[in-house]
């Protein structure tokens, strides 16, 4: 175990349903990271925070939106998605912002949207 | 446009045998290169990382040999074993980028018996 928790690991949801994905971390990490996995392509980094403050939104359309409620807990509400948005979402977390070390990640929730 | 450009994109090797992954970049600030392994269903975890005051960084049976000039790195597998079999992702960042890491598109990687 990484110490990074995903849940739920499997997600099947209608364009029309609103959904959350929760990330939970017990490593004492300052940094939470959300990131896209789709084949064939690099992991596309979607949100950072920092000491719960969003510190980095790259370009993520806003049917996504995070919430950093406290340094341990991060979600991604997902609310009319795309097809397209069929995805592994993997949370990360990280010693902090000027800490380009390790990141862990945790096994990430598996998207369909049908 | 995509920073991190990795090669193999699948990789079969018999077991006893060398993988490697190459990967090359353009961004010339980037001065922290990690590889990372995904096992299926699992998450990437960090394997091994080089800064590029080092041409070569040896941890076990991995090995990343980095060329400053030709900005290029690569990750050696030696003896390379089923358990091995995993998807390597290379990355790289540069400080103050808040962890940024750029990665690679992944390298699927099958050792046979």
């Known amino acids: 175990e990484t110490g990074v928790t995903q849940t739920p690991r499997h997600l099947v949801m209608g364009m029309t349903n609103k959904k959350s994905l929760k990330c939970e971390q017990h490593?004492?990490?300052?940094?939470m990271y959300w990131y896209k996995q789709s084949a064939k392509k690099p992991l596309e980094l979607m949100f950072v925070?920092?000491?719960?403050?969003?510190?980095e939104n790259n370009s993520v359309p806003s049917r996504f939106s995070p919430e950093c409620p406290n340094s341990s807990h991060l979600f991604l509400h997902l609310h009319t998605l795309q097809p397209e948005d069929s995805a592994l979402y993997l949370c990360a977390s990280g010693g902090g912002l000027e800490n380009n070390e390790k990141l862990f990640f945790g096994s990430g929730t598996q998207l369909s949207v049908l | 446009q995509q920073q991190v450009k990795q090669s193999p994109q699948s990789l079969i090797v018999q077991k006893g045998g060398i993988s490697i992954i190459n990967c090359a970049y353009e961004?010339?600030?980037?001065?922290?290169f990690p590889w990372y392994q995904q096992f299926p269903g699992k998450g990437p975890a960090l394997l091994i990382a080089i800064r590029p005051d080092v041409s070569e960084k040896k941890e076990g049976r991995f090995t990343i040999s980095f060329n400053k000039s030709a900005k290029q790195f690569s990750l050696h597998i030696m003896d390379s074993q089923p358990g091995d079999s995993a998807t390597y992702f290379c990355?790289?960042?540069?400080?103050?980028?808040?962890?940024?890491?750029?990665f690679g598109t992944g390298t699927r990687l099958q050792v046979t018996l």
């Open positions: 961004n010339t600030a980037f001065d922290y």
């Open positions: 925070y920092s000491l719960e403050e969003r510190v």
């Open positions: 990355a790289a960042s540069s400080r103050g980028t808040a962890s940024k890491l750029t």
């Open positions: 490593l004492g990490h300052n940094a």
